[in-house]
């Protein structure tokens, strides 16, 4: 899979060790980006089906982002290193029979909660499925995690709870407000010592502003947060509204600043030895 073939969508039924009391159904898609002989980088991108859109009308929030396409000319173009690229949607409820329960999702649960129980369920049950597959990078600065909207927050989340894992975060119209607590994060960014990680964020002055909060105001004091901490970050800030279209545009060029400079890949990841706490420093 170089990005311009059809993506393969895998069934997991698991989830438990992001606590949910239900059953619960994920489907994930596995890209390999790039010929290599070495253990792959890793670009995880939550809410797969958005970010693997071709199409308007697949997308449903704006334009298309082709990730796949992007990704692949990327890597070819030598600004991306040879990487796995996992795909995966939110949870899905399963009915006493063990079918998946189409429109009742556990997304806001899973990706707007500030535990580290996402992060833990994608080591544990995700991405050892990945290693059985093809070798991983064992570096952090080799390993991405992103993603759009509750799915942006997930992903600053997982990076925040395992910088020792994952050191590079893309997020776009991110929802750090207060859904589940999000609006905390500026805080807690500016009362810790900062976390070894790199951080593109994306918003617009017509984002989101409801019951939860600004997505403009939020995104902007992520950033601000980010900056008096001194973290390698990078926050583009324009006009657009909670749709796809900044990010589409973007897209290519996040990711060239994302993975810039990326380090030789050297020892794979063993899932074998990996922990499930959270991190302290």
Not at 164 to 187: C, T
Not at 207 to 219: C, I, K, M, Q, T
Not at 249 to 273: E, I, K, Q, V, Y
């Amino acid at each position: 899979m170089t990005g311009t073939e059809k993506l393969q969508w895998r069934t997991h039924a698991g989830g438990g060790h992001y606590g949910t009391l239900s059953p619960v159904e994920f489907t994930w898609a596995l890209q390999l980006a790039g010929d290599t002989d070495q253990p792959r980088a890793l670009q995880v991108l939550t809410d797969g089906r958005a970010f693997t859109a071709m199409t308007a009308e697949q997308s449903r929030l704006g334009a298309a982002l082709r990730t796949p396409t992007v990704i692949a000319d990327l890597v070819a173009q030598g600004d991306m290193p040879p990487c796995a690229v996992v795909y995966i949607n939110p949870a899905h409820l399963v009915d006493s029979d063990g079918r998946a329960v189409y429109g009742h999702e556990e997304r806001s649960y899973e990706y707007d909660s500030l535990s580290d129980q996402y992060v833990s369920f994608l080591l544990a049950e995700i991405l050892p499925q990945v290693a059985a597959e093809v070798p991983l990078a064992g570096d952090p600065d080799l390993w991405a995690i992103g993603g759009l909207s509750s799915g942006a927050i997930a992903s600053f989340t997982a990076a925040w709870h395992r910088p020792d894992r994952f050191g590079k975060v893309l997020s776009f119209i991110g929802s750090y407000v207060n859904i589940h607590g999000g609006h905390a994060y500026p805080s807690m960014i500016r009362k810790s010592s900062a976390r070894p990680l790199r951080v593109y964020l994306q918003s617009g002055s017509g984002d989101l502003n409801n019951e939860h909060g600004s997505w403009p105001l939020a995104n902007q004091q992520m950033a601000a947060a980010l900056e008096f901490r001194g973290y390698d970050h990078h926050f583009e800030f324009g006009t657009g509204g909670h749709r796809t279209d900044d990010p589409s545009r973007l897209l290519p060029d996040a990711l060239r600043w994302l993975w810039r400079g990326w380090p030789d890949s050297t020892s794979p990841w063993n899932p074998g030895d990996e922990r499930t706490s959270a991190y302290v420093r």
